[in-house]
C-alpha cells in the first residue's frame, strides 16, 4: 500500500456549512474509503469482473488519474467494485466531486447537477457522529485485541520461516511461509472516524444508526482451536517435506528441490485457507457492519 495515498479531509469535523450543492462523497473520503476499509483476508479477492454503466466507468477513470500510477491496475478493480451499487445519482455527485478536486467546479456537460435533499448542519453532524464515533473506535480496539491474539497463537503453534527449509550458499528451498501478521484493524482509528463521516455517513440531515450487528468481541476458544489444528498439519506437511528434500538436495538434484519446494507451497494453502475460513467466523469482523449500519441509516424528521 502507498504512503503517498492523500489521507481523509478534515474539513468535514471542522466546517459542515453546505456550499450550493452538497458533494456527498468527496473524492479524498472516497479514495481512503477503499483502500482502508475494504475487507482483506491476506488473500487476493477473486471474482468475475464487475460490470459497470457508463457513468461508473468514467467515474474509475477519473479518480484513477488521483492514484500513484503503479497503484493503478490494483485500485482499478478495487474502484469498480466499490462504485458498482451507486445509482446514477450517487455517481453524478462523486464525478463533481472528482472535477472540483482537480480544480473544475464547473461540472461539464455531461455530468447533470444533482442537488442534494437537505442539508447538513453542525448539529445534525455532532448527533450523527456521536453514534457512530464510539461504535468505531471500540470495534476498532477489538480488533486490535484480535490481532494481537492471533499473531501470538500462530508464534506458539506454528513453525517459524527457517525450521522446515534447507539452505546454503546462494540457495534456499523452503516450505514457505504459513500466514502473514493478522492485520483485521486498519492503521488508524482517527483515519477510520473520518472516512465514515465523509464517505459512508449521510450527509443531508440527522439519521439513527442501528449498529446492532457489529460484534464487538471474538471467540478466543475458537480462534485458538483452528490456529492450533492448522499449524499441526504445516508441522507434518514440513517434516514429510524434508523427508522427501533432503535426498534430493544430498545428490545435488536442483531441479527437482525447486520442484518440491512448489509442492510443499501448493500443500499449505488449502491448510491456510480453511483456518481462515474458521477465523473469520470467530473474528469481530472487518469494518463491513458499519458501514452498511451508516448506509442504512433511518432519517429523523
Not at 476499509?37 to 461508473?56: H, I, N, W, Y
Not at 479518480?63 to 467494485?81: G, S
Not at 472516512?195 to 439513527?208: F, I, L, N, S, W
Request: aromatic share 8%; charged share 25%; proline share 6%.
Amino acid at each position: 500500500m502507498s504512503d503517498n495515498l492523500p489521507l481523509p479531509s478534515t474539513q468535514a469535523a471542522t466546517d459542515t456549512a453546505p456550499p450550493r450543492m452538497r458533494l456527498l462523497y468527496p473524492l479524498a473520503a472516497v479514495c481512503v474509503a477503499i483502500v482502508f476499509l475494504s475487507p482483506t483476508s491476506g488473500e487476493a479477492q477473486t471474482g468475475g469482473a464487475v460490470k459497470l454503466r457508463t457513468d461508473q466507468q468514467r467515474l474509475v477513470e477519473l479518480t484513477l488519474q488521483n492514484v500513484e500510477p503503479a497503484m493503478r491496475p490494483l485500485m482499478r478493480d478495487t474502484l469498480a467494485r466499490n462504485f458498482a451499487p451507486y445509482d446514477e445519482a450517487q455517481i453524478a455527485m462523486m464525478i463533481a466531486a472528482v472535477m472540483a478536486e482537480a480544480g473544475n467546479s464547473a461540472p461539464a456537460d455531461d455530468v447533470p447537477v444533482v442537488e442534494a435533499e437537505g442539508t447538513l448542519s453542525p448539529e445534525d453532524f455532532e448527533f450523527n457522529r456521536a453514534q457512530y464515533e464510539p461504535v468505531i473506535r471500540k470495534h476498532h480496539a477489538v480488533q486490535k485485541r484480535y490481532d494481537e491474539f492471533v499473531d501470538a497463537r500462530v508464534a506458539q503453534y506454528c513453525p517459524g520461516r527457517d525450521q522446515y527449509a534447507r539452505f546454503g550458499s546462494g540457495w534456499r528451498y523452503d516450505q514457505g511461509q504459513f500466514t502473514e501478521p493478522s492485520s483485521l484493524a486498519t492503521w488508524n482509528v482517527d483515519a477510520n472516524v473520518q472516512v465514515a463521516g465523509g464517505a459512508y455517513a449521510p450527509q443531508d440531515g440527522r439519521y439513527k444508526f442501528d449498529f446492532s450487528k457489529v460484534k464487538m468481541t471474538f471467540d478466543e476458544k475458537a480462534v485458538d482451536a483452528a490456529i492450533k489444528a492448522a499449524c499441526e498439519q504445516v508441522h507434518a506437511a514440513g517434516r514429510d517435506f524434508l523427508a522427501k528434500l533432503d535426498p534430493v538436495i544430498a545428490r545435488q538434484d536442483w531441479d527437482a528441490a525447486y520442484k518440491l519446494e512448489q509442492w510443499a507451497h501448493g500443500r499449505i494453502s488449502p491448510i491456510r485457507n480453511e483456518m481462515q475460513a474458521k477465523l473469520e467466523k470467530a473474528s469481530p469482523g472487518d469494518f463491513t457492519a458499519i458501514q452498511m449500519a451508516l448506509m442504512n441509516g433511518r432519517k429523523v424528521k
